[in-house]
């Protein structure tokens, strides 16, 4: 039998199949969590320093050359130049084993009284918290984009259909508004998302604890965390299942994205021709000349599946994961992280497309067949007194009648709550300004923590 190549790593030596095997895709993925860690570790040896043991685990001093390292390290990491080596496993062996090449004994007892299990759900906490808050941002930005789309066009009728057959008459207004509202929704499972996010599990350790009288509260207030994760056991499974809350809130936003899509692509067809879109943000074919595809509406509609499809992924490595700390739950950060990657980058392209839709009224127009007035006539004899089946039988028995009707007179008469002319866009924009006014402070004080901690400022993702 061929012998193994074993490799020495921090923990042990282990086959060199079986630690490449085991990493995964740890070593790469663990870059966007560097300064997390740095954060966390800090947040840490702080609380270490005061605990009253005799002889001290930490001293000041001490913990004045780990703040200095752990600060070299994170600035390192934002330059690029933090190499996570295969032998350190992941990000947490790496930053220990560099602290111990820097500071001898001091890098050896950073690790007193935490795992890599509570510490790896702290990191993607941290993680989380700033690209729920970039998340939030993104939408915003797209939410106000359609904003404006809509009140530039809001008095331009549009057919409103059900089941892609003409209905009755719309606007752009309402048709771009209604997006706007859904995003805000979307926002908000968001910001749920970040208050099932604001836990701090570190202290966890393993999952049970430890016999130190380590100060859990003080690490979670250093780190800006609304509180602690409590039970030990349930800080190790906020792991995965924070996770998948997150996911399927992205998920949400990139159905509301994908279905906009769709839309956009329905509406712009030569067929149609409501819609223009920009040509910079459409690409070419290689064999035909004419073409203008729609290919980022056609990548966001897939990607929508895609990150619904990380929150399943999530959700089913979560199900058959017995309590307390299992190796399964590692293959939760790729689905998290692409899932995070791939909504904000489609709200954003989404964001600069809206703003560059241009449309063509008289091809809206054009839409407008003469049945389209049918219920709108039918609800006309009903305020006049008419029994509205009677009133229904008569319009469906003369439909040619209605050929003269003025499409914008007919969204002008619906003026209630949300209707053509009840659009409220003012409201629209208070509430996308109290979303962006959150960004803002949750941005500073999450910015304060780092500031405070580690004298850098935070990446801004
Ligand atoms: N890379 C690991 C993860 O993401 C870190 C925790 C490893 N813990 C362990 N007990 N092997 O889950």
Not at 422 to 434: H, K, M, N, T, V
Request: net charge positive; with cysteine; hydrophobic share 45%.
């Amino acid at each position: 039998m061929k012998r193994s190549r074993r490799v020495r790593t921090t923990v042990g030596r282990v086959d060199e199949a079986v630690l490449r095997y085991t990493a995964g895709r740890d070593i790469e993925l663990d870059a966007a969590l560097v300064e997390a860690d740095c954060l966390g570790s800090m947040a840490h040896a702080t609380m270490l320093s005061r605990l009253r043991t005799r002889p001290p685990i930490l001293r000041a001093r001490d913990l004045a050359a780990i703040r200095r390292e752990l600060a070299a390290i994170a600035r390192a990491a934002r330059a690029g130049r933090f190499r996570i080596r295969p032998a350190d496993q992941d990000v947490h062996l790496a930053i220990e084993r560099t602290l111990t090449e820097r500071l001898g004994d001091l890098g050896k007892r950073i690790h007193t009284a935490r795992s890599r299990n509570d510490q790896v759900a702290l990191d993607l906490r941290l993680y989380s918290r700033e690209q729920l808050i970039g998340t939030a941002d993104d939408a915003a930005g797209l939410a106000a984009a359609l904003l404006a789309f809509a009140a530039r066009h809001a008095a331009v009728p549009m057919v409103g259909r059900t089941h892609m057959q003409p209905a009755m008459p719309s606007s752009v207004g309402l048709w771009a508004s209604a997006w706007v509202d859904d995003l805000l929704d979307d926002l908000a499972l968001l910001m749920g998302a970040f208050e099932t996010n604001d836990q701090c599990p570190l202290g966890s350790a393993a999952g049970y604890g430890v016999p130190l009288p380590i100060d859990r509260r003080l690490v979670a207030d250093l780190l800006g965390f609304g509180r602690v994760a409590h039970n030990v056991i349930h800080a190790a499974h906020t792991r995965g299942k924070v996770d998948s809350v997150i996911l399927f809130a992205l998920g949400q936003a990139m159905l509301t994205l994908s279905r906009l899509a769709q839309d956009l692509i329905l509406f712009s067809m030569p067929e149609f021709g409501y819609f223009i879109l920009p040509a910079a943000f459409c690409t070419g074919s290689s064999i035909m000349p004419q073409k203008r595809n729609p290919d980022v509406l056609e990548l966001v509609r897939a990607r929508a599946a895609r990150v619904m499809g990380a929150a399943h992924e999530v959700a089913e490595i979560l199900r058959a994961s017995p309590s307390g700390y299992n190796r399964d739950l590692q293959e939760t950060k790729e689905p998290l992280m692409e899932g995070f990657a791939s909504t904000r980058s489609s709200l954003r392209v989404m964001r600069g497309l809206v703003a560059g839709v241009a449309i063509d009224e008289a091809a809206l127009r054009r839409g407008f067949t003469p049945d389209v007035f049918a219920a709108d006539r039918a609800l006309e004899l009903v305020a006049g007194g008419v029994p509205f089946r009677d009133a229904y039988d008569r319009v469906k028995a003369d439909l040619a009648s209605l050929a003269k009707r003025d499409p914008a007179k007919a969204i002008a008469k619906k003026r209630h709550l949300g209707a053509t002319a009840g659009l409220g866009l003012d409201a629209l924009a208070s509430r996308i300004e109290s979303a962006a006014h959150w960004v803002d402070a949750e941005r500073r004080d999450a910015s304060d923590v780092y500031r405070r901690l580690l004298g850098v400022r935070p990446r801004q993702p």
